[in-house]
């Protein structure tokens, strides 16, 4: 999915699993939850004031954290739109709880220095 597919929301009928947001600025942090596929959330973590280094970003479901992971993963549209050297991506698997045939919202943060 590139940047310019990125979407609001996105429901995954096995899962019934919403994800909420569009690119957002905080701070000096860009990025944006691109959706879910295949059972993986993924997405795009960037710090302007640092391009070329990998930001620690939490996922949230329901406003519990679930997973924590460094967005380094190389992406050519993250390249292409300049955002630092293309390696801010990032991909978690979404663990089977959220699967149970009810709503959850699935939700991202960036951490600072990689403590929250």
């Known amino acids: 999915?590139?940047?310019?597919?990125?979407?609001?929301?996105?429901?995954?009928?096995?899962?019934d699993v919403d994800t909420v947001g569009a690119?957002?600025?905080?701070?000096?942090?860009?990025g944006n939850l691109d959706g879910i596929s295949d059972l993986e959330v993924m997405g795009w973590a960037w710090k302007s004031d640092l391009p070329d280094t990998a930001v620690t970003?939490?996922?949230?479901?329901?406003?519990k954290t679930f997973s924590r992971v460094e967005a380094g993963e190389f992406?050519?549209?993250l390249l292409t739109a300049k955002i630092g050297d293309g390696r801010h991506g990032f991909r978690v698997s979404l663990p089977s709880e959220f699967c149970d045939g009810y709503g959850s919202t699935i939700c991202s943060d960036p951490i600072e220095n990689g403590v929250m």
């Open 1 to 15: 999915m590139g940047l310019n597919e990125s979407v609001e929301n996105v429901m995954v009928p096995e899962c």
């Open 75 to 77: 992406r050519e549209d």
């Open 23 to 30: 690119p957002r600025a905080i701070s000096e942090f860009l």
């Open 57 to 63: 970003v939490e996922l949230l479901a329901d406003g």
